[in-house]
């Protein structure tokens, strides 16, 4: 009992003291926290006070300097307005003491005016005095002379011209004389060494090949029963066989020089083979007409492998190579136009004119043979035909067209490639047929024109290849021109062989005279 008193005593006062302490310690931290403020608001005070003078410091400054800096950008503006004032005093000073030496110039020029109105006006008079003197002198030279002065001024022309005229011609044929004489030695002394410069082979070659037989009962098996296989082969190539009492050969005829070479490289294949039948034929042929086009093509590209002449086409350089086949009066057209190639080249250097040009027109110039078995027309018109279609120059056209007169040479590379393809044509041994047959085929040309009535003379030309008639003009008139030119080319060809076309060209002249009685 006595104890519970005690214990309800001890929490009493234990919760009195947690009371107080509680009091207490909230008393103590709003004095602390009192504290506190106090001294943070005599802090700001102090801050703002001493941004405050700062400030005010700061502003002192700012505007000493901006007093500074006027008064320095003044001190600038002044200085500069000074400067400006004392260029513009003198350039107005300048420009005062230009104004005073124009003015003394224009003093200076008003003078000379004066003074040279004077001198004109002197020279007036004078040329007055002159003009009566010169007039009465004229006067008395007319009066002594008999002529007036026009008359005189024509007389004196007159004779001064004639002297002029006959010194000139003097001077003309001087130099004509002169020219013709040093041309004709530089021309043979060109051709000369062109000539001798230029070895090439000389040869003929027949219309006919022969293959030769291993024995006569190869004779046999090429007629076949009852001729079937040479008939094949004839068909085939268009070559005619001939198989006659010549031992161990048989002899091939045709026009065309290449279908004659086919059907020889097909027989000597089908001889060697050893079996001769219609299928075995014409297998032979393709093979021969294979190697006979890859011969043609390599012959164009040593041709112009040879002559230095490149940029071809192809087809150029086929048509090249077809010419080993062709002759002309037993001379090789390749051959031909290889050699015209060169002596156009050393004609050209010897002159000064374009080799390479050269040398490539005389390669061409006969490039027509080599299409004349298979087209209508001349060499030279085929050949135009075909260079003008594969882009060749003005120069080569003309050249092709010019190197048998058909038109004028209008450069220097015609004429050489005309003497240099008669240089080729004409050397000996380059042409198998003789001058006799030559003459006479010329001669029956013109008996032919000549027997026409109305044809009053008649001369064949360029080696055959023209004929020229000069009609009378009152028997033939112009319609009868047509007429006549087509007889004449009829009666040609049925009486006269020759190579290639013959050019019918028929001339009338109208003239007409009366007699002033």
């Known amino acids: 009992m006595g104890t519970i008193p005690i214990t309800i005593l001890t929490v009493s006062v234990a919760v009195a003291a947690v009371v107080v302490g509680f009091i207490l310690g909230v008393t103590y931290r709003k004095k602390v926290a009192e504290a506190k403020i106090g001294s943070a608001e ?62 003394r110039k224009n003093d200076s020029l008003e003078k000379k005016e004066e003074q040279y109105q004077k001198k004109m006006e002197s020279l007036d008079t004078q040329k007055a005095e002159i003009a009566v003197v010169l007039k009465k002198h004229t006067e008395e030279l007319e009066r002594i002379s008999g002529y007036t002065q026009e008359q005189a001024k024509d007389h004196l022309l007159s004779v001064i011209e004639t002297e002029v005229k006959l010194e000139s011609a003097m001077m003309i044929k001087d130099i004509e004389a002169k020219a013709k004489l040093e041309s004709a030695k530089k021309a043979k002394e060109i051709l000369a060494t062109a000539i001798q410069r ?131 009066y037993g001379q090789n057209v390749l051959k031909h136009s290889i050699e015209v190639s060169i002596l156009s080249g050393i004609i050209a250097s010897e002159l000064g004119a374009d080799v390479a040009l050269a040398k490539r027109a005389g390669l061409l110039h006969d490039i027509g043979k080599s299409l004349d078995h298979e087209h209508e027309g001349t060499h030279v018109s085929l050949g135009v035909s075909l260079l003008k279609k594969y882009k060749e120059s003005d120069i080569i056209i003309n050249a092709v067209e010019a190197h048998h007169g058909d038109v004028e040479p209008t450069n220097a590379i015609s004429i050489i490639v005309q003497a240099a393809d008669a240089i080729s044509g004409a050397r000996p041994g380059a042409r198998r047929e003789t001058l006799e047959s030559y003459v006479k085929r010329l001669h029956k040309l013109e008996e032919i024109a000549d027997a026409f009535q109305g044809v009053e003379k008649s001369f064949a030309i360029q080696a055959g290849r023209e004929l020229r008639l000069i009609v009378i003009p009152e028997v033939v008139d112009d319609a009868g021109l047509v007429w006549l030119a087509r007889e004449v080319a009829k009666k ?25 009685k």
Do not use: W
């Open 42 to 103: 005599t802090q700001a005070e102090s801050i703002v006070e001493d941004a405050k003078k700062l400030a005010e410091s700061r502003k002192k400054e700012i505007l000493l300097e901006a007093k500074e800096d006027s008064i320095r950008v003044k001190n600038e503006f002044e200085k500069e307005l000074k400067e400006r004032r004392s260029e513009i005093s003198r350039q107005e000073r300048r420009i005062q003491q230009k104004e005073e030496s124009v003015d």
């Open 198 to 328: 230029c070895a090439v082979d000389q040869f003929a070659e027949t219309s006919v090949s022969v293959v030769s037989l291993p024995n006569d009962e190869m004779k046999g098996r090429i007629i076949g029963r009852e001729g079937r296989n040479i008939r094949a082969i004839e068909s085939l190539t268009g070559i005619d066989l001939i198989i006659d009492d010549t031992p161990e050969a048989v002899i091939l005829s045709g026009f065309d020089p290449i279908r004659r070479e086919i059907a020889k490289v097909a027989l000597e294949k089908l001889i060697i083979d050893g079996r001769v039948h219609p299928a075995r034929i014409e297998e032979m042929v393709e093979k021969a007409k294979k190697e006979v086009e890859q011969c043609i093509r390599e012959e164009g590209e040593a041709a112009t492998f040879e002559t230095g002449v490149h940029a071809l086409h192809q087809e150029v350089i086929r048509a090249l190579g077809k010419m080993k086949y062709r002759t002309s």
């Open 492 to 516: 040609i060809e049925a009486e006269v062989e020759y190579p290639g076309q013959i050019k019918i060209n028929l001339i009338r002249e109208t003239r007409a005279i009366e007699y002033a």
